[in-house]
Structures are given as C-alpha cells and as structure tokens.
C-alpha cells in the first residue's frame, strides 16, 4: 500500500534551518504531485508549499515564500522541504501529501489522496 513517511522535524531556535524529507513507498512517485501542509497549535492545516511530478513547476504560500524551498528525488522516492528563516509562527506539524497527475487545487487538503503521519516543527523565540 502506499505510504508517505515524514521526517527531519525536530526543536530550532529562531532564524535556524531544518530540512523536512517525505520518503514515499507503494507508488510510482513520478506520476504523483506532492504537497507540503501544515498544522499550527489549535488550527486548521494550511498549505505551505507544492511541487508537480516532474519538480519544475512549485508554489508556496505567501508566509513561507523566499524562506521555504520545496524539491524532489524521483529517483529516490522522497520529496524535500527545506526550511530557513525559520521564525516562530512556523511552529506546527509538517505533513507531506501526494495525489496522483496533475493538481489545479493544490492549496486545497482535500485534493490530495495520501497523506503522511506528520512530523513536529518547532522553533523558539
């Protein structure tokens, strides 16, 4: 079955880097666009960033933009999401998500299919 397995969260003080990384297993990861969402304390899962199957189209939402990259290894199933710049406010769970061809709606949790558990992110002030 598929399967989408975050990675790389962990505890960064302000203005710090971490690289995020979904390993996905179960799919040929070529055909599938990935997007990267995430869920502060206490709020609704947002959309930080999305990349299409062959990586050279993305977009970002505006609180990330210039500070957040997001990337892809089709040869190596995993997707990246690397994070400098961090502040405060982008404390939440990360979560990777994949859907299958391409994505007009891709701010949207809805339109992707698989989804990965989640990994912490939190940064100090």
């Known amino acids: 079955q598929v399967s989408l397995v975050e990675s790389g969260g962990g505890l960064v003080q302000a203005g710090g880097s971490l690289r995020l990384s979904c390993a996905a297993s179960?799919?040929?990861?070529?055909?599938?666009?990935m997007g990267w969402f995430r869920q502060p304390p206490g709020k609704e899962r947002e959309f930080v960033a999305y990349?299409?199957?062959?990586?050279?189209?993305?977009y970002y939402a505006d609180s990330v933009k210039g500070r957040f990259t997001i990337s892809r290894d089709n040869v190596e199933n995993t997707g990246y999401l690397q994070m400098n710049r961090l502040k405060p406010e982008d404390t939440a769970v990360y979560f990777c998500?994949?859907?299958?061809?391409?994505?007009?709606?891709?701010?949207?949790?809805?339109?992707?299919?698989?989804w990965g558990q989640g990994t912490q992110v939190t940064v100090s002030s």
């Open positions: 990349i299409s199957r062959s990586g050279v189209t993305t």
């Open positions: 998500a994949a859907v299958q061809g391409y994505l007009s709606n891709f701010r949207e949790t809805g339109a992707y299919a698989y």
């Open positions: 179960g799919l040929t990861f070529s055909k599938y666009a």
